[in-house]
């Protein structure tokens, strides 16, 4: 699938890192390094703005190992790109760790899916189907 794409960044176009990646890391498009303060959560640009087909989106999510390392993540992970959105490709990245940490222009601050998606359509009714699980929420599925 081809996906347009108009890169105002300094950086090359992200790229999936083997062959089996489902996600291509995004990069800090920055004129300086960005300091995030323990609790902090800032908008990071990346330079970039997609055109996805109608029926796709592309999901922000954290990398793993800044999330591990340095307890960076994207706050509203999954963020969701829609395929009408125009702008510039921002990530909300938080620092949850106790120290601070410096965003470097060009640095990898998450990684991006392109996933396909269907639209539903509600179908009202009076009542839903039985199932085992019935109504138990979270932590209920009945396994170990």
């Known amino acids: 699938m081809q996906v347009k ?3 105002h ?9 083997t062959i089996l ?3 291509m890391d995004l990069r800090a498009n920055i004129i300086e390094p960005i300091l995030l303060k323990p609790l902090e959560r800032k908008l990071i640009p990346t330079g970039l703005f997609i055109e996805l087909p109608e029926g796709y989106e592309a999901q922000i999510r954290p990398r793993s190992g800044l999330a ?10 999954p963020g969701t790109i829609d395929a009408d959105y125009r702008g510039e490709i921002c990530i909300i990245l938080v620092n949850l760790s106790s120290e601070d940490f410096i965003i470097n222009d060009g640095e990898r601050i ?3 899916i392109i996933a396909s998606f269907v639209q539903a359509e509600w179908l009202e009714v ?3 189907g039985v199932t085992n699980r019935g109504t138990s929420g979270f932590g209920h599925t009945g396994r170990n």
């Open 126 to 128: 009076k009542e839903l």
């Open 21 to 23: 990646s489902a996600g």
């Open 110 to 112: 998450c990684q991006m």
């Open 5 to 7: 794409i108009v890169n």
């Open 68 to 77: 591990i390392k340095k307890g960076i993540t994207v706050l509203n992970s």
């Open 9 to 17: 960044s300094k950086h090359p176009l992200p790229e999936y890192a």
